[in-house]
């Protein structure tokens, strides 16, 4: 008798879970790929993925982190992706990061004076070390949980092809990250930086940003409030290139359109004089 | 004090005759495993984030093993009747508790060795360098740690009927000071009135166990943990034990058992 | 320095204790005296329930006494009171001349509980050895002592396996075993027979025969008659918690001119009836 029940249950879970299965497929299937993370955690998965980038910042300060209870981590501590927007490849700390970080207050009491023993309370840097790799792995799995969050795709490139020199993973990371997101100028800009710097073929890399040009300013017509500094930086990009290879009419228009996004106008408009005095000498 | 080393001879006996240590350790050491075997970017140099999993996991297993094993101690003495031939011995009630308190501690110090030994083995063969202190210091606060967790657990055992609420209760509150522990001070000088002067006499009153939980220090190579700080967070690990230890004596002295 | 003269004292008369009870030889060696015990009552309403009610017992060395009564009179509770698992509302009582609320107090007794018990993880072997440290029994004599009562009870063959294994007659001997393995001068056996099959009721019977041959006090509850008749010097009927009748078999029978058990039920009885 109970076995027989429990075989009626089971055939009848079964039919039911034959049923729901293709249904479920089909509402997941805007996601390209589900892999067994993403199935298991459901929506909350964005929420690790922000967690997880989170923690790769973490780990670029050698485990130094502000819970929520600290004061905020100002700009200039919280640098990890800020260093890649801003193209900076100098990672040196300034000199009084030797120091508590700001986020830790002064403590209240002996129990937190104490407590400050058992966790990482001094800055490092992971770069400082040519440990930039160690980020990696949360990166990646913040991209797993969240395919359409563009920053850990173009962080890890940064570092990939940077220290680590490994341009073909920061390529194929790369453009797995356009698959997700065809329309991010964010990482037609890294990948435009891969082709300049790391393979040398500055064509190609003028496509890349070219493209990714364009897209911005189709987010920017669309009233989608990209960021102008980013878009200052493919031009800046494709300024350098042009002024490598020396096209003086592309390297000026370029320079114009960097002058309309720019904070720093008087910079660039002198620099627009400079092409502008090239072009007139006769012997170019 | 010998009455209480037989008794922790029994604990320790029963222990590695469950199946649960084994379960965990399994567990951890697979989940570890494909962790580490998965390819990131082709580099296999990285090994900070699978220290982290390793720990997180030793962590999580030890503090189920320490609050399982020491929430059933009395009750199950009491529910298999096994508590009245041995009170019918000359054993003293505060000799029991003592002697459950170190059988557990001693056991889940050895479920500890055996993990961070795991934990070694995985984190030397990646790196290639054995800071052993390190590693001792982060073991040795980790065992004081569950100290504190055995000995408010069995506690607890005394003062909740029921073993499986016993140890929901004691996990909430054990996670909760590891999460918060530290910050009710900054969160209580937000709140004005009672309920912050509350949350600050909540604050002093605890034990801090998050003091105990130096992962991120191991993580990421940081330099050795002062041993005067060591020292005197052992100290005060103990001390709680201490208090918590009488507190479940003076419940446990005057109980009647009868079933 | 103060603490530790103090200690230093308990410890002379903690000493001074363990050679009394080891040494003299009290001639009275259980007596209870007014026993009152309360328990807070299972049902609704009703306030507390006195489980025993001014009991008053004294036995001596080398007796077999029988503590008779129906179920619920009372027995068990009065032998919690002796191991210290209960405590009485009022009188007193002590085994050895030592207040049963000292635990050294138990240093001579053997004790088996009313129903069967065991540690899932050991085997008889184990327990009886931890039991025997407890005892601060020495190594070599305590494996003696594990291979004779083991002997004695009839387990030698199943000694190695867990206790969980053990039918209901094996799991009484070993729970016999392990109230031997101080080789006690009293024994305080809780219903030893109820609950077996003849032949283990048998065995038990010996047991207790042989123990009083070899000159040791048994105090034990049963309400089971014929069996009582037998082994026992003295009985004490209990009814509702108070002791009803108290004295040698024969003498009671030439009392009352009739069996044990009609002078139980009349008892019994007589009570229902008022
Ligand atoms: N833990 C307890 N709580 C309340 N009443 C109890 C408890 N244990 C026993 N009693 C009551 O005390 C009385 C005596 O019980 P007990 O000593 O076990 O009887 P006996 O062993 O003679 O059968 C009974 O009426 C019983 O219901
Ligand atoms: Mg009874």
């Given amino acids: 008798m109970i076995r027989l029940v429990i075989v009626l249950l089971l055939s009848g879970c079964f039919t039911v879970a034959t049923r729901l299965v293709p249904y479920f497929e089909q509402r997941n299937n805007q996601d390209s790929a589900p892999s067994v993370i993403t199935a298991l955690l459901g929506d909350s998965r964005r929420m690790f993925a922000t967690h997880f980038f989170e923690k790769a910042d973490a780990y670029f300060h050698g485990g130094l982190a502000p819970s929520i209870f600290d004061a905020p981590m100002k700009e200039e501590e919280s640098h990890m992706t800020e260093e890649v927007h801003a193209g900076t490849t100098n ?103 891969i082709y300049r710097d790391n393979r040398k073929e500055p064509l190609v890399a003028e496509n890349i940003l ?69 072009i007139g000498t006769p012997n170019n | 004090m010998r009455n209480a080393f037989a008794l922790s001879g029994v604990v320790i006996k029963e222990m590695y005759r469950r199946k649960d ?25 990285i090994v900070r984030y699978l220290k982290e999993i390793c720990l997180l996991l030793i962590w999580i297993s ?92 069995l506690l607890g055992s005394v003062v909740f009927a029921a073993p499986s609420s016993n140890a929901t209760i004691c996990l909430v509150v054990i996670i909760g000071i590891l999460f918060l522990g530290g910050h009710l001070n900054r969160v209580a000088t937000n709140i004005p009135g009672a309920p912050g002067t509350i949350l600050s006499v909540i604050y002093f009153t605890i034990p801090h166990l998050e003091w105990y939980d130096v992962r991120d220090l191991i993580t990421h190579d940081r330099p050795l943990i002062n041993w005067v700080a060591c020292g005197l967070a052992t100290l005060y690990g103990l001390g709680y034990s201490t208090i918590l230890l009488i507190l479940g004596w003076a419940v446990f002295r005057r109980k009647t058992l009868t079933l | 320095m103060k603490a530790k003269v103090k200690a230093g004292a308990l410890r002379s008369s903690l000493a001074q204790t363990r050679r009394r009870i080891y040494f003299t030889n009290v001639n009275t060696v259980l007596e209870i005296t007014d026993l009152s015990v309360e328990y807070p009552s299972r049902e609704k309403g009703v306030g507390k329930k006195l489980a025993v009610n001014g009991l008053n017992l004294k036995i001596q060395a080398g007796e077999v006494f029988g503590f008779l009564g129906p179920n619920g009179a009372g027995k068990t509770t009065t032998m919690n009171v002796l191991l210290g698992f209960v405590n009485a509302k009022s009188g007193s009582a002590s085994i050895f001349g030592v207040d049963v609320r000292q635990p050294i107090a138990r240093q001579r007794i053997g004790y088996l509980p009313e129903l069967t018990y065991y540690y899932k993880f050991l085997n008889t072997e184990e327990l009886l050895r931890f039991y025997g440290t407890i005892f601060r029994i020495p190594g070599p004599e305590l494996e003696r002592r594990i291979d004779s009562v083991l002997k004695l009870v009839g387990l030698e063959h199943a000694r190695k396996r867990l206790i969980k294994t053990y039918s209901k007659g094996m799991q009484q001997r070993a729970g016999l075993a392990q109230a031997l393995i101080n080789n006690p001068d009293l024994l305080i056996l809780d219903e030893p027979t109820s609950g077996l099959d003849p032949v283990g009721r048998m065995k038990v019977r010996e047991i207790i025969e042989r123990l009083k041959g070899e000159g040791k006090t048994v105090f034990f509850s049963s309400h089971e008659l014929g069996e009582v008749e037998t082994v026992c010097d003295r009985v004490g009927i209990l009814n509702q918690g108070q002791l009803k009748v108290e004295g040698r078999v024969e003498d009671l029978v030439k009392q009352y001119q009739c069996h044990l058990e009609q002078i139980f039920l009349k008892i019994i009885g007589y009570e229902a009836a008022s």
Avoid at chain 1, 91 to 102: L, T, Y
Avoid at chain 1, 155 to 176: C, G
Avoid at chain 2, 110 to 134: I, Q
Wanted: charged letters at 25%; aromatic letters at 12%.
């Fill in chain 2, 21 to 45: 240590f084994y379960v965990l350790f399994v567990l951890t050491v697979l989940i570890t495993l494909v962790m580490g075997s998965i390819n990131i970017f082709g580099d296999n140099q």
């Fill in chain 1, 210 to 278: 070219q493209l990714a040009l364009q897209k911005w300013h189709k987010r920017d017509a669309a009233g989608g409030k990209p960021e102008e500094l980013v878009c200052e930086e493919i031009l800046g990009e494709l300024v350098r290139l042009e002024k490598q290879q020396g096209d003086l009419k592309q390297w000026l228009y370029y320079l114009e359109e960097m002058k309309k996004v720019s904070p720093s106008k008087d910079e660039i408009g002198k620099q627009i004089q400079e092409v502008k005095a090239k």
């Fill in chain 1, 91 to 193: 990672a040196v700390a300034p000199a009084q990061e030797e120091e508590i970080p700001a986020f830790l207050q002064h403590p209240q009491d002996w129990i937190e004076k104490f407590g400050r023993n058992f966790f990482p309370v001094t800055h490092e840097h992971l770069s400082d070390i040519g440990k930039e790799e160690e980020i990696l792995p949360w990166l990646k799995l913040a991209t797993e949980l969240d395919p359409q969050r563009v920053a850990p795709y173009v962080t890890a490139a940064y570092w990939l092809r940077n220290s680590m020199k490994k341009p073909d993973e920061a390529e194929a990371f790369l453009r797995q990250g356009l698959r997700n997101n065809p329309d991010s100028f964010e990482i037609l800009l890294e990948l435009g930086r």
């Fill in chain 2, 62 to 153: 030890a503090l189920i093993i320490a609050v399982t094993t020491t929430a059933r101690q009395i009750p199950a003495e009491r529910e298999s009747r096994t508590i009245f031939p041995l009170l019918a011995k000359p054993v003293s009630r505060a000799e029991l508790v003592a002697g459950k308190f170190l059988g557990c501690w001693l056991a889940s110090g050895a479920c500890l060795l055996v993990f961070y030994l795991f934990f070694g083995v995985l984190s030397g063969t990646r790196e290639h360098s054995w800071p052993v202190l390190n590693y001792f210091q982060a073991l040795w606060l980790h065992w004081i740690f569950l100290a504190v967790v055995i000995a408010a657990v």
